[in-house]
């Protein structure tokens, strides 16, 4: 059982994370063993599993520290833009530069689907956590009256879907280049948006 956050050495953690990123795009998520993270990171077994309970627990925690980072990215954003529709759209192009800032993990994302019921169930709370945060903001913006009334869960999971098809186009396909993922996904938001304001 690993020991209580609390307890844990915050550098250490980040280092057992940061080497486990690397052998998942070198290897392959699927071909890279507990032994080869801790080989590669110079922990022993033990430190290991103080940290995490096995290699679906170390995607759990580089998931669960990606969406954050994806969340704070357009928190700050929203600390300085008042606009509804401005931070509709720019929004989405902070949330896919963020992507792009992480290339390691956007592949590590796009790869791992399907795999496995516990990473399914890693990548749904990832996703999850971005449908409601993506939800929140459509409802702010009915709310205050800049939206129209709309059924926010379809919108939500649409912009999921559209931002995960072009991450996949970009990271996994290569065939699309990472500007133009980022210049696809605004430009879809900006129409949405557009469909979105209330006359």
């Not at 459509?138 to 098809?165: D, M, N, Q, W």
Request: one cysteine or more.
């Amino acid at each position: 059982m690993p020991l209580p956050e609390l307890k844990q050495s915050k550098e250490r953690r980040q280092h057992l994370l940061r080497s486990s990123l690397q052998l998942f795009i070198a290897k392959g998520y699927f071909n890279t063993a507990i032994r080869d993270i801790i080989t590669v990171s110079g922990v022993g077994t033990g430190t290991f599993y103080n940290y995490f309970v096995d290699k679906e627990d170390v995607l759990k925690a580089l998931l669960e520290e990606f969406a954050e980072q994806i969340i704070t990215s357009i928190s700050q954003y929203y600390q300085v833009e008042e606009d509804i529709y401005e931070r509709f759209v720019e929004t989405k192009r902070i949330t896919m530069q963020v992507f792009a800032a992480n290339q390691d993990l956007s592949e590590l994302y796009s790869r791992v689907a399907g795999a496995s019921e516990p990473i399914d169930r890693c990548l749904k709370d990832f996703e999850d956590k971005l449908i409601s945060f993506y939800s929140r903001n459509i409802e702010y913006g009915i709310k205050k009256g800049r939206f129209r009334k709309v059924p926010v869960a379809p919108v939500a999971h649409s912009i999921l879907a559209t931002e995960k098809f072009l991450l996949y186009k970009w990271v996994v396909l290569k065939d699309i280049s990472q500007a133009e993922m980022i210049e696809m996904v605004v430009s879809f938001h900006e129409t949405l948006a557009q469909g979105l304001l209330a006359d």
